[in-house]
């Protein structure tokens, strides 16, 4: 059976944002599992989709690209491009997977992971079959991407989610309704619009005049930017209350069901497009955490360490404490030097390596700086 230090689930952003600060820090006996190669959620994203945070090449003057997850790199540089699609963002991981030499297995599912005695037992399927592997840390970045939150109501099933959408041009039909209004909603109304459809956007509790300077609460300035052009076209309606609770499919005709709604049923020949959300990849290892009171999010101690399993460590967009929610790439990359001081501290390593990555903006450990409101 191998045994390693350290094993980082999933090369998305987040898997390859901590494993190359770990490479660069020393850390030698790693290995990042990968179940596609890197950045396939980035290729799964819908063609036409875009990366609504900016990138700029800020790094010249010591700020690090927004969108970038290692030190030194910035897909404004790389790609030449400020709002990246996905291929082009996974093109830029494979990059910094190359540049900073990561051992990564590609095409290695984990599929079961067990903890006793201070050590990580994991099942994984590859190309050569079935192997277990051990590890005394595990980092946890599978994401949530490939966790498509699908089973809402009855007939949800009949509906198409947005990350199975190869490209918006796939959609066939005039009339279409897309279920939630976040930025995942909008960003589907934007593009089917553009394709000369009239799409209606249902959402329960999307309050789309919120103003709060956290952009994980409101919709980003690039998405209002692009709706404000669009409704100019009118061939958007936003409708807000709209708790759906069930569709279902006659004579290739589909109703939409909305609580509360006494007029009769929304009715299309498309199947409903689901921009409702994801489960995350986290309900693999459910029961390796403590979850908040709702169950919507795992409890953290102060390294992003699981509060439940000692040396199991969470990065990426499911990282919250309280209520602050690392669900940008710029906000949780900030968390990759906490988790690598806590594993090089436990791995008796010279930390005081990673003090440079506090100027870079992957590394805070003092949250109190954060939640500054914009006085204008
Ligand atoms: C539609 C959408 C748009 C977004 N746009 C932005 C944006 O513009 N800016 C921004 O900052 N953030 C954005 N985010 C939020 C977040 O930054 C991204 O979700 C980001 O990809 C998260 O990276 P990740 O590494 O956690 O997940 P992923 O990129 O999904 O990486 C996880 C990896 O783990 C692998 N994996 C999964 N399960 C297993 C397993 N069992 N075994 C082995 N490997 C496994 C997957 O194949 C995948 O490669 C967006 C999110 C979504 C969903």
């Known amino acids: 059976m191998k045994n390693y230090d350290v094993v980082v689930v999933g090369a998305g952003a987040a898997g390859v944002g901590i494993a190359a600060m770990l490479t660069d820090f020393g850390v030698e006996n790693m290995v990042v599992l990968e179940r596609d190669r890197v950045g396939s959620s980035f290729d799964r ?27 030194g790199t910035s897909p404004a540089f790389t790609l030449d491009t400020e709002h990246p699609t996905g291929h082009e963002y996974a093109e830029y991981l494979r990059l910094i997977s190359e540049y ?24 994984v399927d590859g190309a050569d079959g079935s192997e277990v592997i051990e590890s005394r840390f595990l980092i ?17 099933e009949l509906c198409l989610h947005n990350s199975h959408i190869e490209s918006w041009k796939q959609v066939q039909g005039d009339d279409v309704y897309v279920i939630g209004g976040n930025e995942s909603g909008i960003d589907a109304a934007i593009h ?36 404000r ?8 309606s936003l409708v807000g209350k709209s708790k759906v609770k069930d569709v279902k499919l006659e004579d290739d005709q589909y109703f939409i069901y909305v609580k509360g709604k006494k007029s009769s049923p929304y009715q299309t020949q498309t199947p409903p497009i689901l921009a409702t959300g994801f489960d995350s990849s986290l309900i693999m ?3 390796l955490f403590d979850w908040d009171e709702s169950d919507s999010y795992v409890l953290l101690n102060e390294d992003d360490e699981s509060r439940k399993t000692p040396g199991l460590f969470l990065v990426g967009p499911q990282v919250r404490h ?11 990359r900030q968390r990759f030097g906490v988790v690598a001081n806590a594993i090089g501290d436990k791995l008796g390593m010279d ?26």
């Open 100 to 123: 900073f030499e990561l051992p990564v297995k590609e095409y290695t599912s984990v599929e079961q992971i067990t903890y006793s005695e201070d050590r990580f037992t994991i099942r």
């Open 140 to 156: 946890w970045a599978a994401g949530e991407f490939q966790y498509p939150s699908t089973e809402l109501f009855s007939g949800s």
């Open 229 to 236: 052009e669009e409704m100019l076209g009118e061939s958007i």
């Open 285 to 287: 290892v459910k029961d």
């Open 45 to 71: 994203w819908p063609k036409e989709m875009r990366f609504i945070t900016p990138s700029f090449t800020t790094n010249y003057w010591g700020h690090l690209d927004l969108n970038s997850v290692a030190t």
């Open 322 to 332: 309280e209520d602050l929610i690392f669900c940008f790439i710029y906000k949780y």
């Open 192 to 227: 089917l619009s553009r394709l000369g459809k009239k799409v209606s956007v249902l959402a329960e509790n999307a309050d789309w005049d919120a103003r709060t300077t956290d952009p994980s609460e409101n919709l980003s300035p690039y998405t209002v930017d692009r709706l």
């Open 351 to 376: 930390t005081s390596f990673l003090e440079q990555y506090r100027d870079q903006g992957l590394y805070l450990d003092d949250l109190g700086a954060c939640g500054e409101e914009c006085p204008c």
